[in-house]
């Protein structure tokens, strides 16, 4: 659905573009695929180790990670494995839900679904490549931090 | 030829990955195929968003000029400035590697560090279409607390982000991303 909306503005926003200037849309055209160009190796080293990744740390293997783990532990390693994977969102909530159905507390799921979202170690080298290291880092490790304090909170919040 | 050799030189930590996976999938049949396909499902999903999203941002490019893009979202571009970067990450598509790209852009276009920061937080934690998912596994309650939770932590991160980065850190990373144009 949102994909479409996507599609949607796109085409809008290349007709404007075409029917304003046929130069200037060429020369966009021709900037996206340099752009896509540019970081299709990255792309493709990521999406080979988030492959493997997704394998070994399967939604099981995950459940048995932290499933009927309580306490910190269960949120510190929910928060790992959040760091290392890369699940689509449309994967892994349901898989939240699962984990709650399965014994999980809120916490363990928000650290993981938080730092699934903000933490990303296996694009660091491509987020370096963006922003440098100090951002980086910075970024992650105070992104990671942040999902073990919501996970806190959320502990307390949705009792 | 020598261009050949360019490409394989590009891409070879890509390939050398593949080599390796496809010598485990010799050994471990069964992690390894499972590997390639979950691989292979996630290009088909990036394909589906990637295009428009860098087609979009070639028409960025091309009709946004510095100074308006710096207006907006630059430094001292203020609270509307922070809103249209929240809003831009927010009603985004696709993982959040595919925001980088994007950051870039900002960053050749003069947007402040705080302000791609805000947005490269919002494309990874309160993006829309993940909201929805959300809502429908876990309940509106929850994905609201944790969507207030989000706003304060990137907010947070942005100013760690750019409180930390000193100024000639900044000219350093702006002029990084002006030359990679030339």
């Known amino acids: 659905m949102f994909t479409y909306i996507l599609y949607g503005v796109m085409l809008l ?8 200037d046929k130069k200037k849309t060429k020369m966009a055209l021709k900037k996206a695929w340099k752009a ?70 809120y916490m363990q799921l928000t650290a993981l679904i938080s730092s699934l979202m903000m933490v990303g170690i ?30 806190l909170l959320m502990g307390v919040l949705m009792k | 030829m020598k261009k ?38 996630n290009i088909l999903q990036m394909l589906q968003v990637l295009p428009a999203v860098f087609i979009l941002l070639g028409l960025l490019d091309v009709w946004v000029d510095r100074a308006t893009m710096m207006k907006y979202t630059g430094k001292g571009s203020g609270l509307r400035g922070f809103f249209i970067s929240l809003l831009l990450g927010s009603c985004a598509a696709g993982p959040l590697y595919a925001a980088f790209p994007v950051a870039a852009m900002m960053l ?13 937080g919002a494309w990874s934690a309160t993006k829309i279409p993940p909201l929805t998912f959300e809502a429908a596994s876990l309940g509106v309650r929850y994905m609201l607390t944790r969507l207030a939770m989000s706003l304060v932590t990137l907010v947070l991160i942005a100013l760690i982000c750019d409180r930390a980065l000193k100024e000639e850190e900044k000219q350093k990373l702006y002029a990084l991303h002006q030359e990679e144009e030339a």
């Not at chain 1, 370096?128 to 910075?138: A, E, M, S």
């Open chain 1, 36 to 105: 896509f160009e540019n970081i299709l190796p990255q792309f493709l080293t990521v999406i080979l180790i988030v492959g493997f990744a997704l394998t070994v740390l399967s939604p099981e293997t995950i459940s048995k990670l932290v499933g009927n783990e309580s306490g910190l532990f269960g949120v510190l390693a929910a928060a790992v494995v959040g760091a290392i994977t890369m699940i689509p969102g449309f994967v892994a909530f349901p898989l939240a839900a699962a984990l709650l159905e399965s014994g999980a507390g």
């Open chain 1, 13 to 20: 926003a290349l007709l404007i573009s075409f029917l304003k």
């Open chain 2, 4 to 41: 050949f050799m360019q490409i394989v030189k590009r891409y070879r930590v890509f390939l050398i990955l593949l080599a390796a996976e496809l010598v485990m999938t010799a050994f471990l049949p069964q992690i390894g195929l499972a590997s390639l396909k979950a691989s292979g499902n």
């Open chain 2, 108 to 120: 050749k276009k003069g947007s402040s560090v705080f302000n791609v920061m805000i947005f490269i």
């Open chain 1, 122 to 151: 296996v694009t660091i080298p491509m987020e370096i490549k963006t922003f440098g290291k100090k951002i980086t880092f910075l970024r992650n490790g105070a992104a990671f931090l942040c999902s073990i304090a919501m996970a």
